[in-house]
């Protein structure tokens, strides 16, 4: 078998296993009072520092952007490779093989350096948020195969 049939049941398996047993599971637990209750709890009391630092993350939004990554609005409108390598959290040869010319084309040249629209990659980031190098590869061989 190969590696990509096997990851396919993989797959299949751990959704079969969230349908059936996790979210079963997850919906019997009261997630909302026992966040208020722990509220509750953990400010009634004066925290440390430490503690408040804590605090501040457990009940940040999940997806909060921390203070030291700069924000969407301070990042240019052409960026590097590096930086689209670091979004989308893959290796620069995987976006060789699988981006570049293929999801994404070069917009300006400095040097030999290419670069991108941001607008481009944020476009790619929210397709492929969480699913990794192999579906930008699965991406990239249908449209070279165009299937578009």
């Known amino acids: 078998m190969s590696r990509v049939v096997l990851i396919t049941q993989l797959q299949q398996t751990l959704m079969q296993l969230w349908d059936l047993e996790i979210q079963a599971t997850l919906s019997e637990i009261p997630t909302q009072q026992l966040l208020e209750t722990l509220k509750e709890r953990l400010t009634a ?81 929210d397709k492929v948020r969480g699913k990794g190098s192999y579906f930008l590869g699965r991406m990239a061989s249908k449209l070279k195969s165009g299937g578009g």
Do not use: M
């Open 45 to 125: 009391s004066p925290a440390t520092a430490e503690e408040q630092a804590t605090l501040k993350t457990l009940f940040q939004p999940i997806g909060h952007v921390p203070d030291e990554e700069p924000l969407l609005t301070d990042i240019p409108e052409h960026v590097s490779v590096g930086w689209i390598v670091t979004k989308l959290g893959i290796a620069h040869s995987s976006f060789y093989r699988s981006v570049h010319n293929i999801l994404l084309f070069p917009i300006l040249r400095i040097g030999n350096r290419p670069y991108y629209l941001k607008a481009d990659v944020l476009v790619l980031f």
